[in-house]
């Protein structure tokens, strides 16, 4: 082969698009032809990522002669909405995407005998959360009754169509009642590089399109679990460490508010998260050793507990970095360095030549290493609950990370406490005005969920938990089932 043909790029990156847009459908042989109604962001987007793909798009607008020079490649199909339906009829194409908003509908009605027959794919968004009545996709159903409707790409953004598919924006979520119609949509799909999921019938579009507006649905409770537990330990040591001691003694520590007392709160708060996450492992698994069975649904409360495990977890990581970060900055405020003036004239008042304590150096070192150590470990849960680290993980790998780690994690965090302040739980000084210290509230979950993570690994617990998770089930459970079914057969006697 010559020289000169192997330094000519197969595929200039510039202007492939424009290439594969200009071709004529006598030179588009074999390609697929779709039918975009619609001129707007969502439809050059979607336009350009059909074409890059190899198919032949006609686009129908209202008024093609109203657009701007430029908003599609040159030598893209641009027809009125009737013109783009009938040359899609006369290609032999099906599959029509209507990207117009619903109050346009009513306007497409004149088009009913071209559309008939047509798989027409609806990619609107619902207005609001929580509509009532049919949704857009069952509105333009009734309206088109001669055509298949199918429900999909409206999760995905125009930006997303233009750039690619990135790991967790790569789902399509697409419903309808054709079967085959819904087939020739998940194909497009796979085509384009997305993952076409289907969830069922039209009767589902509702949950479709208002999935877009969902604003983190599932960190709800969590966001606000951890809200509202670091709130009362904010207020709590608040009253604690400056209301109070104003009040008895008139000893001014509000310049502790802005950031001693935010330090106080969030340690505790992570710590108390973070038990969150395993504790209703525990509970699951005392429930299964009570009933004897794995077969058995667990109670809503617990159910739902379960599923926010991976947000509470990225939450108690949010609470120790802040933590980490607010005590770095302790040292650098002002506040510290007038602490340091006093005690240095105090030392040299008291004519001390060597304060070294070899106890409390030794207790610092060892509270800091176990805290760096434990946020080491926290942030590994956190890489390891992205998706794309995840995925490439196998199932033993991810428990190991999510559960042998995470409770390495919960004991190295409860080491670092403890390190700091277990001589200082026990001292009367510490519970002044009746009050305990924070981090002995802090303390009592984790150390309730260590504990009872080392009684499940007793034998005991453990081989008979085994068996139930691998299926077995206790003759005391199927006495039950078998007496619920009497009972259920032949009404009470």
């Not at 007793?458 to 085994?466: E, T, V």
Request: charged residues 15%; positive net charge; glycine residues 8%.
């Amino acid at each position: 082969m010559a020289q000169s043909d192997m330094s000519t790029p197969l595929l200039d990156p510039d202007d492939h698009l424009e290439q594969l847009s200009v071709l004529g459908p006598s030179q588009q042989r074999g390609a697929s032809v779709v039918c975009i109604v619609g001129s707007g962001d969502f439809s050059r987007s979607l336009y350009s990522r059909l074409v890059g793909c190899g198919c032949r798009v006609l686009v129908g607008s209202r008024d093609p002669g109203r657009l701007q020079p430029g908003l599609f490649p040159e030598g893209a199909e641009l027809w009125t909405q009737r013109e783009a339906l009938q040359a899609l009829v006369d290609s032999g194409g099906t599959l029509v995407f209507l990207a117009v908003y619903p109050e346009h509908y009513p306007s497409l009605l004149g088009l009913r005998p071209l559309l008939s027959g047509l798989t027409v794919v609806d990619v609107s968004n619902a207005s609001s959360l929580n509509e009532k009545g049919p949704s857009n996709a069952e509105t333009l159903a009734r309206m088109f009754p001669s055509c298949s409707v199918v429900k999909g790409f409206n999760v995905l953004s125009a930006w997303t169509l233009l750039t690619g598919a990135h790991d967790g924006s790569r789902q399509v979520l697409v419903c309808g009642d054709c079967p085959s119609a819904k087939s020739s949509v998940l194909s497009l799909a796979r085509r384009l590089g997305f993952s076409g999921v289907d969830v069922g019938g039209l009767c589902a579009s509702r949950a479709v399109e208002e999935a877009p507006l969902q604003l983190f649905p599932s960190w709800r409770g969590p966001l606000l679990t951890t809200v509202l537990l670091f709130i009362f330990l904010y207020l709590y040591s608040a009253m604690k460490y400056v209301l109070l001691p104003y009040l008895d003694r008139s000893e001014n520590n509000l310049h502790h508010l802005a950031l001693v007392t935010v330090n106080k709160a969030l340690p505790a708060a992570a710590l108390v998260v973070l038990a969150l996450v395993y504790m209703p492992g525990l509970f699951a698994a005392v429930l299964q050793l009570y009933r004897g069975t794995k077969y058995k649904r667990f109670p809503n409360w617990l159910d739902h507990w379960m599923c926010v495990r991976k947000q509470l977890g990225l939450l108690s990581f949010l609470c120790a970095a802040l933590h980490a970060v607010y005590s770095v900055c302790l040292s650098i405020r002002r506040a510290s360095g007038y602490m340091i003036l006093n005690a240095a004239y105090r030392q040299v008042q008291a004519g001390v030549a060597n304060s070294w304590v070899e106890a409390q150096v030794w207790r610092s070192d060892l509270y800091l290493s176990s805290g760096i150590l434990g946020l080491g470990v926290l942030s590994v849960l956190a890489l390891t609950s992205l998706p794309s680290v995840g995925q490439a993980l196998n199932w033993r790998e991810f428990t190991f990370v999510q559960s042998g780690l995470g409770y390495t994690a919960l004991a190295l965090s409860v080491a670092h406490v403890l390190f700091f302040g277990w001589d200082f739980t026990v001292h009367p000084q510490a519970y002044e005005y009746y009050l305990p210290p924070v981090l002995v509230l802090s303390l009592a979950p984790p150390c309730c969920v260590l504990v009872g993570r080392l009684l499940l690994l007793l034998p005991c617990c453990s081989i008979r938990l085994n068996k139930i998770r691998r299926g077995w089930v206790s003759e005391r459970h199927r006495r039950t089932e078998k007496r619920r079914e009497n009972r259920d057969a032949f009404g009470d006697v």
